[in-house]
């Protein structure tokens, strides 16, 4: 039995300091006998003194306070000049993060009408100025809540990562219109057209971040349904349109119902349904 352990022991190469492969017990200062050589001695060489406090965790990019909660994908799939889709781009925790910072605003969640009076199929709220389908961007008196900065500074980090690979300007959110579609919901093709003339003019860039339920998403340069390109945005993708693609025509088809991550709902308690944040600069 004992004659097995010391071969066990001998598979495994020792952590001997300096003075212990000299044969001597640096923390005893005594000489080992030849079979003790074998076994770990604690020796104060084999602490390290560590110049920064100890961490459990590796230390993260304090630079970008979104690096621990978004992945970067090397070649992300280009739907058009000027449009780019980062695929899985928010982690769970990024996910729950966005979730918590539209829960926490007090600004209330309406479901507008388009001009003929219909009832949209989505509910909306506003960050920095409130929209409304029919009048644009309005000055009604009524102040949205401020544009978080947590949701400028993600911006800033996906549109430097989407130049990496397209050929659009930078942009700095003032805006983020927030929908939330149900099971059924749904948005009838359009371009986003209601920002200054001056941020069409240069294509400064659209980020489009979907949580939740799948969305079959249509886009192209027509109004012809049929002629559209057609793309699943899934829970954590994050879709860039600037330049040439600043007013391609695009819309929602229809929500995929079940296909939201399930620990999202368990975490961050949002019902079933997508949600959908556009960050735009006025
Ligand atoms: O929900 C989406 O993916 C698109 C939203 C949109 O196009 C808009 O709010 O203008
Ligand atoms: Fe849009």
């Known amino acids: 039995m004992m004659k097995n352990h010391s071969r ?3 598979l495994i190469r020792p952590m001997v300091s300096s003075h212990f492969a000299g044969g001597r017990d640096a923390f005893h200062g005594g000489i080992l006998k030849q079979q003790c050589y074998l076994h770990i001695v604690p ?17 993260h990019d304090t630079t970008n306070t979104w690096s621990r909660w978004t992945t970067i994908e090397r070649s992300p799939p280009k739907l058009a000049p000027g449009m780019l889709l980062f695929k899985n781009y928010l982690n769970l925790l990024g996910q729950v993060e966005i979730v918590d910072l539209c829960q926490k605003q007090d600004a209330r969640f309406c479901q507008p009408s388009n001009p003929s009076g219909a009832k ?3 509910h909306m709220m506003c960050f920095g100025r409130n929209w409304d ?27 430097k990562e989407a130049q990496l690979h397209l050929d659009i300007p930078s942009m700095c959110p003032d805006i983020c219109l927030v929908n ?6 749904r948005l009838g093709l359009h371009q986003d057209r209601d920002e200054s003339s001056c941020s069409l003019e240069r294509g400064l860039p659209v980020i489009s971040i979907s949580i939740g339920d799948t969305a079959e998403f249509l886009y192209g340069h027509t109004r012809d349904e049929n002629k559209l390109d057609r793309v699943l945005l899934e829970s954590g993708d994050v879709l860039v349109y600037g330049g040439n693609a600043r007013l391609i025509f695009h819309g929602v088809k229809r929500i995929i119902p079940y296909t939201s991550p399930s620990l999202l709902s368990r975490i961050s308690g949002l019902k079933s349904g997508r949600l959908n944040l556009s960050l735009r600069q006025f």
């Open 43 to 59: 020796s104060r060489d084999n602490y390290v003194e560590d110049t920064e406090p100890f961490s459990l965790i590796t230390p």
């Open 8 to 10: 066990l022991y001998r």
């Open 120 to 122: 949209l199929r989505l």
């Open 133 to 159: 389908p029919v009048t644009g961007y309005t000055s009604d008196g009524s102040e949205p809540p401020p544009l978080p900065h947590q949701l400028i500074s993600l911006a800033e980090v996906i549109i």
């Open 180 to 185: 939330f579609y149900r099971p059924d919901g």
